[in-house]
T-cell receptor
Framework: GQQVMQIPQYQHVQEGEDFTTYCNSS?????IQWYKQRPGGHPVFLIQ?????EVKKQKRLTFQFGEAKKNSSLHITATQTTDVGTYFC?????????FGGGTRLMVKP | DAGITQSPRHKVTETGTPVTLRCHQT?????MYWYRQDPGHGLRLIHY???????DKGEVSDGYSVSRSKTEDFLLTLESATSSQTSVYFC???????????????FGEGSWLTVV
Protein backbone atom coordinates (compact mmCIF):
# COMPACT_ATOMS: atom_id res chain seq x y z
CA GLY A 1 0.00 0.00 0.00
CA GLN A 2 0.87 3.64 -0.17
CA GLN A 3 3.49 4.77 2.30
CA VAL A 4 4.39 8.30 3.22
CA MET A 5 7.63 8.87 5.08
CA GLN A 6 8.51 12.09 6.81
CA ILE A 7 11.87 13.26 8.15
CA PRO A 8 13.16 14.28 10.54
CA GLN A 9 10.99 12.93 13.33
CA TYR A 10 12.12 15.68 15.70
CA GLN A 11 13.86 19.00 15.24
CA HIS A 12 15.11 21.44 17.85
CA VAL A 13 15.96 24.92 16.59
CA GLN A 14 16.93 28.22 18.12
CA GLU A 15 14.35 30.93 17.57
CA GLY A 16 15.22 32.72 14.36
CA GLU A 17 16.75 29.68 12.67
CA ASP A 18 15.17 28.07 9.64
CA PHE A 19 13.42 24.70 9.64
CA THR A 20 12.61 22.19 6.93
CA THR A 21 10.64 18.94 6.99
CA TYR A 22 10.63 16.50 4.10
CA CYS A 23 7.95 14.12 2.92
CA ASN A 24 8.46 11.18 0.54
CA SER A 25 5.89 8.85 -0.93
CA SER A 26 6.39 5.37 -2.30
CA UNK A 27 3.87 6.14 -5.04
CA UNK A 28 2.92 9.09 -7.22
CA UNK A 29 0.40 11.29 -5.48
CA UNK A 30 -2.64 13.15 -6.77
CA UNK A 31 -1.85 15.94 -4.37
CA ILE A 32 -0.27 16.55 -1.00
CA GLN A 33 -1.60 18.35 2.03
CA TRP A 34 0.15 19.80 5.06
CA TYR A 35 -1.22 20.05 8.57
CA LYS A 36 -0.02 21.56 11.84
CA GLN A 37 -0.87 20.14 15.23
CA ARG A 38 -0.10 22.15 18.34
CA PRO A 39 0.76 20.17 21.49
CA GLY A 40 -2.47 18.73 22.90
CA GLY A 41 -4.44 19.99 19.94
CA HIS A 42 -5.89 18.66 16.74
CA PRO A 43 -4.43 18.78 13.22
CA VAL A 44 -5.22 21.95 11.34
CA PHE A 45 -5.15 22.07 7.56
CA LEU A 46 -2.48 24.41 6.20
CA ILE A 47 -2.37 23.95 2.45
CA GLN A 48 -2.83 21.61 -0.48
CA UNK A 49 -0.45 21.27 -3.44
CA UNK A 50 -1.72 19.71 -6.64
CA UNK A 51 0.58 20.48 -9.56
CA UNK A 52 3.97 19.00 -10.30
CA UNK A 53 6.70 21.39 -9.13
CA GLU A 54 4.20 23.65 -7.39
CA VAL A 55 5.48 26.13 -4.80
CA LYS A 56 3.21 28.00 -2.43
CA LYS A 57 3.98 30.47 0.32
CA GLN A 58 2.14 31.44 3.45
CA LYS A 59 4.07 34.25 5.16
CA ARG A 60 7.23 32.53 6.48
CA LEU A 61 6.15 29.06 5.30
CA THR A 62 7.13 27.74 1.86
CA PHE A 63 5.64 24.53 0.53
CA GLN A 64 6.99 22.61 -2.45
CA PHE A 65 5.67 19.64 -4.41
CA GLY A 66 8.24 17.66 -6.34
CA GLU A 67 8.34 17.34 -10.08
CA ALA A 68 7.53 13.63 -9.90
CA LYS A 69 4.75 14.28 -7.36
CA LYS A 70 6.34 11.84 -4.94
CA ASN A 71 7.96 14.24 -2.51
CA SER A 72 7.26 17.51 -0.79
CA SER A 73 8.84 19.88 1.69
CA LEU A 74 7.80 22.54 4.14
CA HIS A 75 10.32 25.26 4.96
CA ILE A 76 9.88 27.80 7.73
CA THR A 77 12.06 30.89 7.63
CA ALA A 78 13.16 32.49 10.90
CA THR A 79 11.20 30.27 13.26
CA GLN A 80 9.21 31.74 16.11
CA THR A 81 7.98 30.12 19.32
CA THR A 82 4.49 30.13 17.83
CA ASP A 83 5.71 27.66 15.20
CA VAL A 84 6.04 24.93 17.84
CA GLY A 85 4.06 21.80 17.03
CA THR A 86 4.02 18.75 14.82
CA TYR A 87 3.83 19.17 11.06
CA PHE A 88 2.25 16.41 9.03
CA CYS A 89 2.19 15.83 5.34
CA UNK A 90 -0.58 13.73 3.84
CA UNK A 91 -0.62 12.32 0.36
CA UNK A 92 -3.67 11.43 -1.67
CA UNK A 93 -3.96 8.49 -3.98
CA UNK A 94 -7.46 7.61 -5.08
CA UNK A 95 -9.78 7.82 -2.09
CA UNK A 96 -7.07 7.40 0.48
CA UNK A 97 -5.30 10.17 2.34
CA UNK A 98 -2.16 8.74 3.94
CA PHE A 99 -0.35 10.72 6.62
CA GLY A 100 3.35 10.83 7.25
CA GLY A 101 4.58 10.25 10.79
CA GLY A 102 5.05 13.96 11.39
CA THR A 103 7.96 16.18 12.35
CA ARG A 104 7.84 17.63 15.82
CA LEU A 105 9.34 21.11 15.89
CA MET A 106 10.62 22.57 19.13
CA VAL A 107 11.84 26.17 19.24
CA LYS A 108 14.13 27.51 21.95
CA PRO A 109 13.51 31.19 22.72
CA ASP B 1 -13.23 26.25 13.90
CA ALA B 2 -15.46 23.86 12.00
CA GLY B 3 -18.56 22.63 13.81
CA ILE B 4 -17.30 19.22 14.89
CA THR B 5 -17.98 17.78 18.31
CA GLN B 6 -16.48 14.55 19.57
CA SER B 7 -17.76 12.72 22.63
CA PRO B 8 -16.60 11.59 25.01
CA ARG B 9 -13.38 13.60 25.04
CA HIS B 10 -11.74 11.29 27.55
CA LYS B 11 -12.60 7.73 28.51
CA VAL B 12 -10.99 4.95 30.50
CA THR B 13 -12.44 1.51 29.93
CA GLU B 14 -11.62 -2.08 30.71
CA THR B 15 -10.40 -4.68 28.27
CA GLY B 16 -13.27 -6.55 26.66
CA THR B 17 -15.89 -3.84 27.09
CA PRO B 18 -17.64 -2.17 24.15
CA VAL B 19 -16.95 1.50 23.53
CA THR B 20 -18.67 3.95 21.20
CA LEU B 21 -17.22 7.29 20.19
CA ARG B 22 -19.47 9.87 18.61
CA CYS B 23 -18.70 12.53 16.05
CA HIS B 24 -21.28 15.21 15.38
CA GLN B 25 -20.98 17.88 12.69
CA THR B 26 -23.03 20.95 11.95
CA UNK B 27 -21.47 21.65 8.53
CA UNK B 28 -23.61 19.21 6.51
CA UNK B 29 -20.43 17.81 4.95
CA UNK B 30 -20.75 14.60 3.00
CA UNK B 31 -17.51 12.91 4.02
CA MET B 32 -16.61 11.91 7.56
CA TYR B 33 -13.55 10.04 8.79
CA TRP B 34 -12.22 8.37 11.89
CA TYR B 35 -8.47 8.40 12.47
CA ARG B 36 -6.34 7.17 15.31
CA GLN B 37 -3.10 8.84 16.29
CA ASP B 38 -0.25 7.01 17.95
CA PRO B 39 3.35 8.10 18.57
CA GLY B 40 5.51 7.42 15.55
CA HIS B 41 2.57 6.45 13.33
CA GLY B 42 1.03 9.78 12.51
CA LEU B 43 -2.68 9.57 11.75
CA ARG B 44 -4.08 6.34 10.41
CA LEU B 45 -7.49 6.01 8.83
CA ILE B 46 -9.84 3.56 10.53
CA HIS B 47 -13.07 3.99 8.56
CA TYR B 48 -14.72 6.68 6.53
CA UNK B 49 -18.18 7.53 5.26
CA UNK B 50 -19.22 9.10 1.99
CA UNK B 51 -22.90 9.44 2.83
CA UNK B 52 -25.67 8.18 5.06
CA UNK B 53 -25.25 4.43 5.47
CA UNK B 54 -22.28 4.49 3.09
CA UNK B 55 -19.04 3.53 4.79
CA ASP B 56 -15.76 1.92 3.88
CA LYS B 57 -12.68 0.58 5.60
CA GLY B 58 -9.43 2.40 6.08
CA GLU B 59 -5.98 0.97 6.69
CA VAL B 60 -6.50 -0.07 10.35
CA SER B 61 -10.14 -1.14 10.47
CA ASP B 62 -9.77 -4.46 12.33
CA GLY B 63 -11.57 -4.36 15.68
CA TYR B 64 -13.65 -1.32 14.74
CA SER B 65 -17.06 -0.77 13.23
CA VAL B 66 -18.85 2.42 12.21
CA SER B 67 -22.33 3.62 11.50
CA ARG B 68 -23.82 6.70 9.93
CA SER B 69 -27.59 6.90 10.16
CA LYS B 70 -27.72 10.69 9.78
CA THR B 71 -25.55 13.11 7.85
CA GLU B 72 -24.42 14.83 11.03
CA ASP B 73 -23.42 11.78 13.10
CA PHE B 74 -20.66 9.23 12.60
CA LEU B 75 -20.19 6.62 15.31
CA LEU B 76 -17.08 4.54 15.91
CA THR B 77 -17.54 1.34 17.94
CA LEU B 78 -14.94 -0.87 19.51
CA GLU B 79 -16.89 -4.09 20.01
CA SER B 80 -14.46 -5.49 22.58
CA ALA B 81 -11.76 -3.01 23.53
CA THR B 82 -8.14 -4.15 23.75
CA SER B 83 -5.10 -2.39 25.17
CA SER B 84 -3.74 -1.92 21.63
CA GLN B 85 -6.69 0.35 20.98
CA THR B 86 -5.50 2.85 23.56
CA SER B 87 -5.05 5.91 21.41
CA VAL B 88 -6.26 9.36 20.50
CA TYR B 89 -9.15 9.21 18.06
CA PHE B 90 -9.87 12.06 15.70
CA CYS B 91 -12.97 12.56 13.65
CA UNK B 92 -12.61 14.60 10.46
CA UNK B 93 -15.01 16.00 7.90
CA UNK B 94 -14.75 17.29 4.37
CA UNK B 95 -17.17 18.61 1.80
CA UNK B 96 -15.37 16.95 -1.08
CA UNK B 97 -13.63 13.66 -1.51
CA UNK B 98 -10.03 13.85 -0.36
CA UNK B 99 -7.76 14.49 -3.28
CA UNK B 100 -9.99 16.95 -5.06
CA UNK B 101 -8.39 20.30 -5.61
CA UNK B 102 -9.38 22.92 -3.11
CA UNK B 103 -10.62 20.41 -0.58
CA UNK B 104 -10.19 21.23 3.08
CA UNK B 105 -10.40 18.65 5.82
CA UNK B 106 -11.37 19.69 9.33
CA PHE B 107 -10.51 17.68 12.41
CA GLY B 108 -12.38 17.45 15.68
CA GLU B 109 -10.61 18.01 18.96
CA GLY B 110 -9.98 14.33 19.63
CA SER B 111 -11.09 11.63 22.03
CA TRP B 112 -8.51 10.19 24.39
CA LEU B 113 -9.25 6.51 25.01
CA THR B 114 -7.38 4.38 27.53
CA VAL B 115 -8.06 0.65 27.71
CA VAL B 116 -6.82 -0.96 30.92
Amino acid sequence: GQQVMQIPQYQHVQEGEDFTTYCNSSTTLSNIQWYKQRPGGHPVFLIQLVKSGEVKKQKRLTFQFGEAKKNSSLHITATQTTDVGTYFCAGTQGNMLTFGGGTRLMVKP
Amino acid sequence: DAGITQSPRHKVTETGTPVTLRCHQTENHRYMYWYRQDPGHGLRLIHYSYGVKDTDKGEVSDGYSVSRSKTEDFLLTLESATSSQTSVYFCAISALRTGLSGNTIYFGEGSWLTVV
